[in-house]
């Protein structure tokens, strides 16, 4: 049914080893009619005995990549950009902007007194804080300070937004989302808060 290459392990009891006949052919056709088909038909195939990875080995050095992340400053503003942010894009992966698998990541930089509008999204996200201080996020009314060396998350389906104070230094952060993978389930939505930027509501690095 498939054009991969055996694996004598598939012959064995506990996986797919039925023959093809006239009658089940026959039978294909009419599951197929109905939208649907037998797993024993494709198991072999998507449930390979090791991982098999599409993503490509790569490695992003911070020597390379921290120029460049710095001279988007120059170059867009959080307004225009929403999230200013330079992703990790893996040469395999480019079609679902992942650094690898199904996952996303980048590298998020703001100046002092800057801040991005508050917005929502249904994909998961933590921030590695790798330079500056005075940065900040609002995670639904909850803002949280963080400098070099801090980890933040922000739970799917939460309103945040994030900044850095006046008094601050440019910060630079990395960012990790499941994004491609709530792409690939079909789940993932994008909303801008109807205020465009949060008041936080409770006190300042509060533990929810």
């Given at each position: 049914m498939t054009d991969t290459l055996p694996d004598e392990r598939d012959s064995q009891v506990g996986r797919a080893i039925v023959e093809d006949d006239a009658e089940l052919e026959s039978y294909y056709g009419d599951l197929a009619a109905l939208d649907t088909a037998a797993l024993w038909t494709v198991a072999n195939d998507i449930e390979p005995w090791e991982p098999t990875?599409?993503?490509?080995?790569?490695?992003?050095?911070?020597?390379d990549?921290?120029?460049?992340?710095?001279?988007?400053?120059?170059?867009?503003?959080?307004?225009?950009?929403?999230?200013?942010?330079?992703?990790?894009?893996?040469?395999?992966?480019?079609?679902?902007?992942?650094?690898?698998?199904?996952l996303f990541s980048g590298?998020?930089?703001?100046?002092?007194?800057?801040?991005t509008s508050a917005h929502k999204h249904a994909a998961s996200a933590l921030r590695f804080i790798m330079e500056g201080s005075g940065g900040y996020t609002v995670v639904d009314g909850h803002k949280i300070t963080f400098g070099a060396?801090?980890?933040?998350?922000?739970?799917?389906?939460?309103?945040?937004?994030?900044?850095?104070?006046?008094?601050?230094?440019?910060?630079?952060?990395?960012?990790?989302?499941?994004?491609?993978?709530?792409?690939?389930?079909?789940?993932?939505?994008y909303a801008v808060h109807p205020d465009l930027y949060q008041k936080p509501n409770y006190p300042e690095n509060d533990s929810p």
């Open positions: 990875p599409s993503s490509a080995p790569t490695i992003w050095r911070n020597k990549l921290r120029p460049q992340v710095m001279r988007s400053l120059d170059l867009v503003s959080p307004e225009k950009a929403g999230r200013r942010v330079v992703y990790l894009r893996n040469p395999k992966r480019k079609d679902v902007s992942a650094c690898c698998g199904w590298i998020q930089v703001m100046r002092p007194g800057e801040k060396r801090d980890f933040v998350i922000t739970p799917n389906g939460t309103w945040h937004d994030h900044g850095v104070l006046e008094d601050g230094e440019i910060s630079m952060w990395q960012d990790g989302l499941d994004i491609p993978l709530t792409n690939a389930l079909e789940a993932n939505f």
